[in-house]
C-alpha cells in the first residue's frame, strides 16, 4: 500500500460517495447539503447542482451513487437520499453541452425504505449481472431485519428501472436479511459480492453475501456458529478500530474505510474466506468514508468530519 500520493483540497462538507465518468469526471454526493459535486480530471470541484426532495438529518441526507452500466447511451446517474418520508432511489440523466454538464429533473424509481436518524444504510452498486444492489439499515425497527417482506436491514436487487430483479430468492426486492446497517457493496474477481457492515458497539461485519443469506441482526452479530446465520468472514471486536464503510475490492484485496477507527483497512481474499486485516493510515486524516477505484487504478478516500473535507488520492501499486 502505498503512502497518499496527493491531498485534494476540495473543501467538501460530508461526502458520502464519489463516481467516475467516463471521461475521468468524478461526482461526489454531499449528505447534509444534498449538494453533487463535479472534479474534472485535473481540475477544481464546481457545484453540478442540489437535489431535490434531500431532507438531511443526523445520519440520513444525499448518500450513495451509482452510475449506469449503460451510461454512454442512457447518461443516468443513480442515487439513495433521505426524503421527509423515507429512504428512496431516484436517477437522473447528467447531460453534457460545450463541456459543461447539467442535471435533468430526477426520477424515483423506488421508495418506502424506512428513516430514522441512524441507521439509513444508503450504499448502492450495480453488480456484474446488470442489477442494481442496494445495502440498508433497518433504521431503528429491530422487527425488520428479519421480515423478509420488510425493506429494512436488507441488501436489495433491482432491474435498472426500480423493479425487483428477476430471481430473487423471496419474489420481491429482497436478495439478503439480518443485516444491521450495510455500508458498502463491492464484488471479487469470481464475481462473489461482499458487504461492510456496522456492528453496534462490538462486532463491525465484512460479509459475502449469497442469495437469501440471513446476517443475524438482531438475534446475533459477528461470527457465532449458528448453523440459521451466515457468520461474518471478517469481525472487528472493536467498533472503535472500524465502522467499515465504502469497500472496493481489486485482485485478491478488500479495502475497507474506517470512520471511527479513522484507517483504511485492507483485507486479502482467499475465495470464499477472508484473511487477517492490516490497517494504513491509522488516525493521520480522520475518518475514511468512501474507497473508490480511480480510472487510472488507484484510490479516492473522502474524508469526514475534517471541516472542510478532502480527498486522498492513492496512485496504483507499482
Known amino acids: 500500500m502505498p503512502d497518499a500520493a496527493e491531498r ?16 475521468g469526471t468524478a461526482i461526489i454526493s454531499e449528505r447534509n447539503t444534498a449538494l453533487l459535486k463535479t472534479v474534472p480530471a485535473g481540475g477544481r470541484d464546481v457545484t453540478l447542482g442540489e437535489v431535490p426532495g434531500v431532507a438531511a438529518a443526523g ?20 442515487m439513495y437520499f433521505t426524503a421527509r418520508e423515507d ?3 431516484a436517477r437522473v440523466r447528467v447531460q453534457e453541452s460545450g463541456g459543461a454538464l447539467s442535471l435533468d429533473e430526477p426520477e424515483p424509481i423506488f421508495t418506502g425504505i424506512p428513516k430514522a436518524n441512524t441507521h439509513n ?4 452498486r450495480f453488480g456484474p449481472d446488470g442489477f442494481l444492489y442496494v445495502g440498508t439499515g433497518d433504521s431503528q425497527r429491530r422487527d425488520q431485519p428479519q421480515d423478509p417482506q420488510a425493506l429494512g436491514g436488507k441488501i436489495l436487487r433491482l432491474t435498472p428501472d426500480g423493479g425487483p430483479a428477476p430471481g430473487n430468492p423471496f419474489g420481491n426486492a429482497v436478495y439478503s436479511l439480518g443485516h444491521r446497517n450495510v455500508q458498502g457493496l463491492a464484488w471479487d474477481s469470481a464475481g462473489r459480492l461482499w458487504a461492510s457492515e456496522f456492528g453496534p458497539d462490538v462486532n463491525d461485519e465484512l460479509n459475502l453475501v449469497v442469495p437469501a443469506g440471513n446476517y443475524g441482526w438482531p438475534a446475533v452479530t459477528g461470527a457465532p456458529g449458528r448453523p440459521e446465520f451466515q457468520d461474518a468472514k471478517v469481525v472487528w471486536p472493536s467498533t472503535a478500530e472500524s465502522s467499515p464503510s465504502g469497500l472496493e475490492i481489486v485482485g485478491s484485496t478488500a479495502y ?26 491509522t488516525r493521520q486524516f480522520g475518518r475514511i468514508r468512501d ?4 480510472p487510472e487504478g488507484g484510490f479516492w478516500l473522502l474524508t469526514n468530519n475534517e471541516n472542510p473535507d478532502f480527498v486522498l488520492v492513492l496512485p496504483p501499486s507499482p
Open 8 to 23: 485534494l483540497e476540495l473543501q467538501l462538507d460530508i461526502p458520502w460517495s464519489a463516481v467516475f465518468l467516463p471521461d
Open 59 to 78: 445520519e440520513g441526507g444525499l448518500l450513495g451513487l451509482a452510475l449506469s452500466p449503460a451510461f454512454a447511451a442512457d447518461r443516468y446517474l443513480y
Open 87 to 89: 429512504n428512496r432511489i
Open 121 to 124: 444504510g444508503g450504499r448502492i
Open 256 to 281: 475497507l474505510g474506517a470512520l471511527r477507527g479513522q484507517r483504511l483497512w485492507t483485507v486479502p481474499l482467499e475465495g470464499a474466506e477472508a484473511g487477517t486485516p492490516v490497517a494504513h493510515f
Open 291 to 294: 474507497v473508490v477505484r480511480t
